[in-house]
């Protein structure tokens, strides 16, 4: 998994989607026994804030939703977020903070870790782990995958998963495959480390901008995506000003703060917003991807879901809406309601 801001999180709305990340989040409350590695696992609640009567509305609506799924969201209004967020901006003419929806078993982990974790859990299990290894074809005869070329040579195998986030679109092309996935930057920021002074994982509803406190002290924020598709590993400067002023609109405090670093990953974004787990038209070829910027959070659903199709050949039942052809028939997971439009989820 990429470097990220590490949320982990299950307040999602529609069925598709609900039952697949309220299974990760569950799968990720028992990781750190059943991989016996510290991931830094933090529980520390999330906090979407709502500025208008309508945004309230709408994240009433999610509540419910994330409730009737099974999980957890409260509803708080402006007091006890002034309790719980008290360095917070409530004087703010134009954003005037409303109140926030409350999920509790939301949080961070590390995301290092978190591969560190498996990558050992792996290996424990006989798993032969490859690294600097680029996939630069794959094999396929008479419709049925047969292995990969690689920068290391030849691999056979009889079951193939292609799992490269942004670079879905170039090696699914090596098996012939155009996918509907376009492929955009987005990037994530850290301040110098402080003392610790945010106790949540919080987010701005009038901007693109959230925010979380490592454990190192950091404060580690984001927005939006670049808006345009790209290979770049690198960010450009007009989001960067865009989530500064976001932040400085949120939490005036954060201007006092240094920014020690930014970076930018490649993010495999669909047309609904929704992540695919399928095989493909090739006999023993699989696909994962489309995770969008939310992929972190999905690791061990995504991981466990796609191991099992694999393996069986049965779509489970927290991914069984996940599917390649969806969007041809017509069976969108917008979660956003905004369109067919990649960069806007
Ligand atoms: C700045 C930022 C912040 C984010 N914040 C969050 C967050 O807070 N919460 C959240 O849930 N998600 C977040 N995400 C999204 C999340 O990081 C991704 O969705 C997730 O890492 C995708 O995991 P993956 O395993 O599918 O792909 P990746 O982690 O990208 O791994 C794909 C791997 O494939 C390899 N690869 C590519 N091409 C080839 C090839 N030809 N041959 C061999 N290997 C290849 C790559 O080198 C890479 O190691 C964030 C992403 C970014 C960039």
């Known amino acids: 998994m990429g470097r990220n801001t590490t949320i982990v999180r299950a307040n999602y709305g529609i069925d598709g989607n609900s039952e697949f990340y309220s299974h990760s989040l569950k799968l990720w409350e028992d990781m750190e026994q059943e991989l016996n590695y510290n991931t830094m696992m933090s529980q520390r609640g999330i906090i979407n804030l709502f500025h208008s009567d309508g945004q309230r509305d709408a994240f009433a609506k999610r509540g419910n939703m994330m409730i009737s799924q099974g999980d957890d ?120 480390g402080l003392k610790p002074c945010v106790d949540h994982v919080i987010s701005f509803g009038m901007g693109h901008f959230y925010l979380s406190q490592s454990d190192k002290g950091g404060l580690v924020f984001g927005g939006d995506i670049d808006f345009y598709a790209s290979y770049a590993s690198r960010g450009n400067l007009h989001m960067a000003e865009h989530v500064m002023e976001a932040g400085m609109a949120l939490m005036p405090m954060i201007g006092r703060a240094k920014v020690l670093r930014s970076w930018g990953g490649i993010m495999d974004m669909t047309p609904d917003g929704s992540p695919f787990i399928d095989r493909t038209q090739t006999e023993g070829l699989f696909i994962n991807c489309g995770w969008c910027y939310g992929g972190f959070k999905a690791v061990p659903g995504s991981g466990k879901c796609f191991a099992h199709l694999m393996a069986t050949g049965d779509y489970p039942p927290a991914a069984s809406k996940l599917r390649l052809d969806r969007l041809a028939r017509g069976h969108v997971i917008d979660e956003e309601a905004t369109g067919s439009q990649h960069n806007l989820h």
């Open 73 to 192: 969201a409260i509803m708080l209004g402006r007091d006890e977020i002034r309790e719980m967020l008290p360095y917070i901006s409530y004087d703010n003419p134009r954003f005037p903070v409303y109140g926030g929806l409350y999920h509790p078993r939301g949080g961070t982990a590390r995301h290092d870790a978190v591969a560190w974790g498996f990558a050992r859990g792996a290996d424990q299990r006989g798993v032969d782990i490859i690294q600097q290894c680029e996939v630069t074809g794959i094999d396929i005869e008479n419709g049925v995958v047969r292995g990969v070329q690689t920068s290391r040579g030849p691999i056979r195998a009889k079951k193939v998963a292609i799992v490269v986030a942004g670079r879905s679109s170039q090696v699914a092309a090596m098996a012939g495959m155009r996918l509907p996935i376009e492929s955009h930057v987005l990037q994530a920021f850290v301040t110098e």
